[in-house]
């Protein structure tokens, strides 16, 4: 959201920024980064919190938001319980929503979860979607949205990485090891991991770090470890002990836009990952076995894998073996998604 942020700023559109604090340590730093002050800061994070009791907390607490500020549109985005809680909070007010990110499916409710009825549910509260590509439109439609209240805007995370370009070609490899922790000067080349899914806890887990402990004999990884105790429990208890595994906290955005950038290819859960690395030419193994962003798999910028450690290690080796290299742009979006969704706006509004 910080682009549209970026963008209301500029064209003098005023408005509010609410944050829940769902992830407070990844949040905060990346507030940071892109210069963006909370007018409200609900601060909700609980250790060991449930789905059920994030829920009530942005329930009870966002009334009061919406009394104080008096929005004409309440501007939500993808598929967080943040984004469909304050999207029903504002329905039962009687306040618009538009949803950015609209449209991404796999049409199966328990893959992603609980993202995909997240997603679903949204659209059915959303008076305005913006849909960052054509399939995502067409997903819409299908559901019986409106076609006057969608807009194909492509997808923001692109113009986060160009505003972010500068930041990134600043950091060198002595900054990013002061940081990790990692000595990057015997390291020849390395592969990227993250993984924070639901549907990957318990034995999905297990199986990719089985893989990622069999790759490793043939190359460096790093992986930056979500801070979800499912997460840290299972991938330190079987990969703390490999000296080719660099197991480290939870980077910044900054670090981690830098390590797509350097690294061989990724393996990941990440939806955002797989729409940002497009931008860097980095292909990702998806530890899923469906996604909602099927266009970086039509145009070989993503494989799904599942949680299939034969299948993680066979396509490993491959992309070790024969490097990825393509020509192609970034399937999501142009960098402009921002300016498109405010355009929009206005036309919704008949301002324009």
Same mark, same amino acid.
């Given at each position: 959201?910080?682009?549209?942020?970026?963008?209301?700023?500029?064209?003098?559109?005023?408005?509010?920024?609410?944050?829940?604090?769902?992830?407070?340590?990844?949040?905060?730093?990346?507030?940071?980064?892109?210069?963006?002050?909370?007018?409200?800061?609900?601060?909700?994070?609980?250790?060991?919190?449930?789905?059920?009791?994030?829920?009530? !907390?942005?329930?009870?607490?966002?009334?009061?938001?919406?009394?104080?500020?008096?929005?004409?549109? *309440?501007?939500?985005?993808?598929?967080?319980?943040?984004?469909?809680? *304050?999207?029903?909070?504002?329905?039962?007010?009687?306040?618009?929503?538009?949803? *950015?990110?609209?449209?991404?499916?796999?049409?199966?409710?328990?893959?992603? #979860?609980?993202?995909?009825?997240?997603?679903?549910?949204?659209?059915?509260?959303?008076?305005?979607?913006?849909?960052?590509?054509?399939?995502?439109?067409?997903?819409?439609?299908?559901?019986?949205?409106?076609?006057?209240?969608? #807009?194909?805007?492509?997808?923001?995370?692109?113009?986060?990485?160009?505003?972010?370009?500068?930041?990134?070609?600043?950091?060198?490899?002595?900054?990013?090891?002061?940081?990790?922790?990692?000595? #990057?000067?015997?390291?020849?080349?390395?592969?990227?991991?993250?993984?924070?899914?639901?549907?990957?806890?318990?034995?999905?887990? &297990?199986?990719?770090?089985?893989?990622?402990?069999?790759?490793?004999?043939?190359?460096?990884?790093?992986?930056?470890?979500?801070?979800?105790?499912?997460?840290?429990? !299972?991938?330190?208890?079987?990969?703390? +002990?490999?000296?080719?595994?660099?197991?480290?906290?939870?980077?910044?955005?900054?670090?981690?836009?830098?390590?797509?950038?350097?690294? !061989? #290819?990724?393996?990941?859960?990440?939806?955002?990952?797989?729409?940002?690395?497009?931008?860097?030419?980095?292909?990702?193994?998806?530890?899923?076995?469906?996604?909602?962003?099927?266009?970086?798999?039509?145009?070989?910028?993503?494989?799904?894998?599942?949680?299939?450690?034969?299948?993680?290690?066979? +396509?490993?080796?491959?992309?070790? &073996?024969?490097?990825?290299?393509?020509?192609?742009?970034?399937?999501?979006?142009?960098?402009?998604?921002?300016?498109?969704?405010?355009?929009?706006?206005?036309?919704?509004?008949?301002?324009?």
């Amino acid at each position: 959201m910080a682009p549209v942020i970026h963008e209301l700023q500029k064209q003098k559109i005023p408005f509010e920024v609410c944050i829940t604090a769902q992830h407070r340590e990844m949040l905060d730093q990346v507030l940071d980064f892109f210069e963006v002050k909370p007018d409200f800061d609900l601060n909700l994070m609980k250790q060991g919190q449930s789905l059920n009791g994030l829920s009530a !907390e942005i329930f009870k607490n966002i009334d009061e938001v919406f009394s104080s500020s008096q929005p004409d549109l *309440v501007l939500v985005h993808g598929d967080t319980t943040t984004s469909v809680i *304050v999207a029903m909070a504002a329905f039962h007010k009687g306040i618009k929503v538009g949803h *950015v990110e609209a449209g991404l499916r796999t049409f199966n409710r328990n893959s992603p #979860f609980p993202e995909e009825i997240n997603r679903q549910l949204t659209a059915r509260l959303a008076s305005i979607h913006f849909a960052p590509t054509l399939r995502a439109k067409e997903n819409l439609l299908r559901e019986n949205i409106s076609e006057g209240e969608i #807009f194909i805007t492509g997808n923001t995370v692109v113009d986060a990485l160009e505003w972010s370009e500068k930041k990134i070609e600043d950091l060198t490899f002595t900054a990013v090891s002061d940081v990790t922790g990692i000595n #990057f000067t015997g390291i020849e080349k390395f592969v990227l991991v993250t993984g924070h899914r639901r549907e990957n806890f318990g034995e999905g887990l &297990n199986q990719i770090c089985l893989a990622l402990k069999k790759l490793s004999d043939h190359v460096q990884i790093i992986f930056p470890v979500h801070l979800n105790p499912n997460v840290q429990q !299972e991938v330190y208890g079987e990969l703390n +002990e490999n000296k080719n595994v660099h197991l480290i906290n939870p980077v910044s955005y900054q670090i981690m836009l830098w390590l797509i950038r350097n690294c !061989e #290819f990724i393996i990941s859960d990440s939806g955002g990952i797989q729409e940002e690395a497009p931008s860097f030419g980095k292909k990702v193994l998806v530890t899923r076995e469906n996604s909602e962003r099927s266009e970086g798999i039509e145009s070989e910028f993503a494989i799904l894998v599942g949680s299939n450690s034969h299948c993680i290690l066979k +396509e490993g080796l491959q992309l070790l &073996n024969s490097p990825f290299k393509t020509e192609a742009g970034n399937p999501y979006g142009d960098g402009k998604a921002s300016k498109k969704i405010i355009y929009s706006l206005k036309m919704h509004f008949g301002l324009i």
